[in-house]
């Protein structure tokens, strides 16, 4: 599954993340990458959600990851943000046991492309573009004191990795102007270190 979409609010966004989080099973691995205020945080909420969690999902940037209990599947979120990149990086993932939460949860990484991959086989690569100059703001308490505010729009682009994501219809996301990417296909199932 390789597709775009645009999106153009943060309630916007935390409904895809919404849909994303009913089509998650466990084992699934969600890397979440953007610019700072892109959306990332406001799209694990959705997830979140969609999961049925609990309470507010917030980023864990400080803790570094953080476990999500009591919905259909519990999340952990993971905000690799402060970690090094390269080899090192990914020594720190490996640090943070994230391996042992895996097969009975759904783990969502901001700013882990590049250091998370090794946690599963397959995996959905999400990554948001800011076309307008505006951050999303991740708490949804503010974005509701002012909602014809327009934060934004953002251009997510999804594509799955692995036999998981082969057969997943775009449609089933039910977004409007989410659109298939031409040519993908087998290239969907390429695997990166």
Known sequence: MS???LVSSAAAMRALGGRLGQLLAPGDLVVLSGPLGAGKTVLAQ??????GVPGRVTSPTFVLARVHRGGRIPLVHVDAYRLGSGPT????VDDLDLDAETHDSVT???WGEGLVEG???????VHIDRLDADVFDADPADAEADPGADPGRRRVNLRGVGSRWRDVPVA???HESLQPVAGAGPADERRTP
């Open 3 to 5: 597709a775009s979409t």
């Open 46 to 51: 959705g997830i979140g959600a969609g999961l």
């Open 89 to 92: 990086g990914r020594a720190e």
């Open 108 to 110: 969502v990484a901001e």
């Open 119 to 125: 946690l599963a086989e397959d995996r959905l690569e």
């Open 172 to 174: 089933i996301l039910g």
